[in-house]
């Protein structure tokens, strides 16, 4: 019986955790685990474990009271539950994902980063290339003054 009352308190709070961490990162501006590992856990692997033990604890909660779920309802949510699962582990393997999947401060932030970075890159390519000709010029004139 505990068991029982277990998985259905599982059921009842893991469906609004799954909903929870698919509307809260879309719901605010900016986040500290922004950058780092955090960020696809947030992203992609709770929402998505949440869902798939809700399905799993309601299912098995209903076949332990003798009440099974038809099999249409079983299936029509295990089957996306566990795709969602397998898509949400490979997301936060750091796959990128399609942009319904990520909110919109997201995708913009990480555009802002690649910006930088490319800025930077450039940077360093400038610097290093005028040090090369700076150095070339260096032995030109050293050349010239030798004989």
Not at 11 to 23: H, N, Q, R, T
Not at 41 to 50: E, G, I, W
Not at 111 to 117: L, V, W
Not at 126 to 145: L, N, Y
Request: net charge positive.
């Amino acid at each position: 019986m505990l068991e029982i009352i277990l998985k259905l308190i599982g059921m009842v709070v893991f469906f609004p955790l799954s909903a929870w961490f698919v509307i809260y990162p879309r719901i605010i501006d900016d986040a500290r685990w922004y950058g780092s590992f955090s960020e696809y856990l947030y992203l992609y692997s709770f929402p998505t474990f949440f869902f798939f033990a809700g399905v799993s604890c309601g299912v098995t909660s209903f076949e332990a009271m003798g009440m099974p779920w038809p099999d249409w309802l079983a299936y029509g949510l295990a089957v996306p539950a566990t795709l969602l699962l397998f898509v949400g582990g490979v997301a936060t393997l750091g796959v990128p994902m399609p942009p319904f999947m990520t909110p919109k401060w997201v995708r913009e932030r990480r555009k802002a980063d690649r910006n930088y970075k490319r800025q930077v890159k450039a940077e360093r390519q400038a610097e290093r290339r005028r040090r090369r000709a700076a150095k070339r010029a260096g032995r030109q004139v050293e050349s010239v003054e030798s004989p």
